[in-house]
């Protein structure tokens, strides 16, 4: 079992920056893909960013220049760097882990495990 822990949520002005990190109980080298998701009120939950283990990062549309995920295998942590925020950023942001092994399909990602979500909010 994959435990998640986010952190790095708060207010920001729009067009300030923020860093998410999302810590891992157990290792992150060898399983399918990390993401980070997020949930606006009265809205679905979307997918923000992917980075799946030996394949390309992506990217939401909306965010895509904007946001970068990346990974710190030793340390077991991902993280998603949000640059050029903007006020419909605002959501609850959700680290996600899909434990299965590299490469997996059918589905190609599945995301088992979550986080508790950490609260982003981007003022105009």
């Given at each position: 079992?994959?435990?998640?822990?986010e952190s790095g949520g708060g207010l920001v002005q729009a067009g300030?920056?923020?860093?998410?990190?999302?810590?891992?109980?157990?290792?992150?080298?060898?399983?399918?893909?990390?993401?980070?998701?997020?949930?606006?009120?009265?809205?679905?939950?979307?997918?923000?960013?992917?980075?799946?283990?030996?394949?390309?990062?992506?990217?939401?549309?909306?965010?895509?220049?904007?946001?970068?995920?990346?990974?710190?295998?030793?340390?077991?942590?991902?993280?998603?760097?949000?640059?050029?925020?903007?006020?419909?950023?605002?959501?609850?942001?959700?680290?996600?882990?899909?434990?299965?092994?590299?490469?997996?399909?059918?589905?190609?990602?599945?995301y088992d495990y979550w986080g508790q979500g950490t609260q982003v909010?981007?003022?105009?």
């Open positions: 079992q994959v435990q998640l822990v300030g920056s923020l860093r998410l990190s999302c810590a891992a109980s157990g290792s992150i080298f060898s399983i399918n893909a990390m993401g980070w998701f997020r949930q606006a009120p009265g809205k679905q939950r979307e997918l923000v960013a992917g980075i799946p283990t030996g394949s390309s990062t992506n990217y939401a549309d909306s965010v895509t220049g904007r946001f970068t995920i990346s990974r710190d295998t030793a340390k077991n942590t991902v993280y998603l760097q949000m640059n050029s925020l903007k006020p419909e950023d605002t959501a609850v942001y959700y680290c996600a882990a899909d434990p299965r092994p590299p490469g997996s399909v059918s589905p190609r990602f599945r909010t981007v003022s105009s």
